[in-house]
Nanobody, 124 residues
Framework: QVQLVESGGGLVQAGGSLRLSCAASGCTFSTYTMGWFRQAPGNEREFVAAHSGGFTYYADSVKGRFIISRDNAKSTVFLQMNGLKSQDTAVYYC???????????????????WGQGTQVTVSS
């Protein structure tokens, strides 16, 4: 059973930075596509970034500000968030899938496993 545990959320002022971590267990981590999604109150869960097959993908809203990376030796994926804005406030979720097809890395239904989420609040 794959388990994902996020950490690193918190309260930060606009313009600040946070680094989220997601530790995975129960899988051959290096072979999995890893994604970050977020969900604000009243909104649907939306794609943030993904790391798949050596490539990285970003939502337009975070491109140039957020960086996704992974440490396969530690079975951990990171999301470095810089230049945070109030509209980045949300619960951030880590997700994993063994095989991803086409652009399904950017859709919640493209993933099989989810973490519990970590709150990120950006004050303006």
């Amino acid at each position: 059973q794959v388990q994902l545990v996020e950490s690193g959320g918190g309260l930060v002022q606009a313009g600040g930075s946070l680094r989220l971590s997601c530790a995975a267990s129960g899988c051959t981590f290096s072979t999995y596509t890893m994604g970050w999604f977020r969900q604000a109150p009243g909104n649907e869960r939306e794609f943030v970034a993904a790391h798949s097959g050596g490539f990285t993908y970003y939502a337009d809203s975070v491109k140039g500000r957020f960086i996704i990376s992974r440490d396969n030796a530690k079975s951990t994926v990171f999301l470095q968030m810089n230049g945070l804005k109030s509209q980045d406030t949300a619960v951030y979720y880590c997700a994993a899938v063994r095989v991803v097809f086409g652009t399904m890395y950017s859709y919640p239904r493209g993933y099989d496993y989810w973490g519990q989420g970590t709150q990120v609040t950006v004050s303006s």
